[in-house]
């Protein structure tokens, strides 16, 4: 009786530390998994292509920091990651960190932390190429301007560039283009680095242009849960690693290349 009784813990045991390993220690061996966020529909920084494969600079940046992590490509698991979704899919532990064009400021550091920067863009505007009468912010005043809910670009251009604009949010960028096109909208607000992958899609080609306008700074970080600073100190050195070995530059290159955008120089990294 003793006998069944101590075979029957062992094997409880057993099954109860498959199970963890299954559900992913976080140490990156075996079967473990990693849950990244990044955007499904952004061309150059985070796409899911209609193969099921994720390309972008930001797919990369965050293979690279998982590797140094100790997670290999196949154990990654993406998760998308809309504008207005990421404080919460990081605060209910749904992914592990995000890396989706995700500007570092004050208001989304009281409820996540950040690593990096480890881009800098700038907002810009993209409109279509025979437009004449944007040049500057203010002539956005009385123009149907488009962005995503939960950018900093909508609430910059509201509060600071051009509060008379006629501002509408849609979900993703992919709406504001085809309004765009369509002429239904004047211009589209975001990042420059964003509008430059947009702009270089094949079926857009010649359709857009870049206003050429920096409006704001806009360093990009990568998003964990507040309080991590363990996982921020190894994202850190995994991001200067990555700056050190050429591997930053390889990224921009085969991802924002295309698009003829010229990237600033790797920032420092200052979210320690």
């Not at 849609?170 to 702009?199: F, M, P, R, V």
């Amino acid at each position: 009786m003793q006998y069944r009784k101590t075979s029957a813990a062992l094997a409880a045991a057993l099954l109860l530390s498959l199970t963890a390993t299954a559900c992913g220690s976080g140490s990156g061996s075996g079967g473990d998994k990693i849950t990244i966020g990044i955007k499904f529909d952004q061309p150059g920084w985070g796409l899911k292509t209609p193969d099921g494969k994720y390309t972008g600079f930001d797919v990369d940046v965050a293979t690279y920091v998982a590797k140094e992590l100790g997670y290999s490509a196949d154990q990654i698991e993406w998760k998308q990651a809309p504008s207005a979704e990421r404080e919460n899919l990081i605060k209910n532990g749904d992914v592990k960190f995000i890396a989706a064009t995700y500007t570092i400021n004050d208001k989304r550091k009281a409820v996540v932390d950040f690593a990096g920067p480890y881009f800098l863009a700038h907002q810009d505007l993209l409109l279509r190429s025979g437009e004449t009468s944007i040049t500057k912010a203010e002539d956005l005043n009385s123009k149907k301007l488009c962005s995503v809910v939960g950018s900093t670009s909508a609430q910059n251009v509201k509060e600071k560039l051009a509060p008379d604009a006629d501002l509408m949010e849609q979900g993703g960028y992919s709406e504001c283009l085809s309004g765009l096109e369509k002429s239904s909208l004047d211009a589209l607000t975001t990042d420059d680095s964003i509008l430059a992958g947009y702009a270089a899609q094949d079926q857009y080609k010649g359709k857009f242009k870049l206003a050429g306008l920096k409006l704001s700074d806009e360093p990009y970080g990568i998003g964990l849960k507040k309080g991590d600073a363990e996982l921020r100190g190894k994202i850190n050195a995994a991001l200067e690693k990555m700056k050190s070995d050429g591997s930053w530059d390889k990224f921009v290159e085969k991802n924002l290349g295309p698009a003829n955008y010229k990237a600033e120089p790797a920032p420092e990294i200052t979210e320690k």
